[in-house]
């Protein structure tokens, strides 16, 4: 069974940094596309940074670009979201994927096309994140 865990959400004031984890079970992410979204309530999901398994690229959104960083650790089989200078507006429920049918050719359309990447097959259940003082 293909699966994928997200921890290390929480309650964080503004300014404040978390790391997000995506361990998978079941398959290797070193073969795969990776992506970590998130969903605020009332809004639609997105895209925030998205890294290749092939080439080492990675795309970040707008809103997060020089504050977020995405890594991956090989041998824990674990996606990383490494979030800086928080603000109230990354507050949302954030998810991983795995893009197992390789549906994207690039990180920058796996993060931004929309109507792709929400069928995407393996998806972690989603961490909280609240950036609030």
């Known amino acids: 069974q293909l699966q994928l865990v997200e921890s290390g959400g929480g309650l964080v004031q503004p300014g404040g940094s978390l790391t997000l984890s995506c361990q998978a079970s079941g398959f290797s992410l070193d073969y795969f596309g990776v992506g970590w979204y998130r969903q605020a309530p009332g809004k639609d999901r997105e895209g925030v940074s998205c890294?290749?398994?092939?080439?080492?690229?990675?795309n970040y959104a707008e809103a997060v670009k020089g504050r977020f960083s995405i890594s991956r650790d090989h041998a824990k089989n674990t996606v990383y979201l490494q979030m800086n200078s928080l603000k109230p507006e990354d507050t949302a429920v954030y998810y991983c994927?795995?893009?197992?049918?390789?549906?994207?050719?690039?990180?920058?359309?796996?993060?931004?096309?929309?109507?792709?990447?929400?069928?995407?097959?393996?998806w972690g259940q989603g961490t909280l994140v609240a950036v609030s003082s």
């Open positions: 890294s290749s398994n092939s080439d080492g690229s990675a």
């Open positions: 994927a795995a893009d197992v049918a390789r549906r994207f050719v690039t990180v920058e359309a796996m993060c931004t096309m929309t109507d792709e990447f929400t069928n995407l097959e393996v």
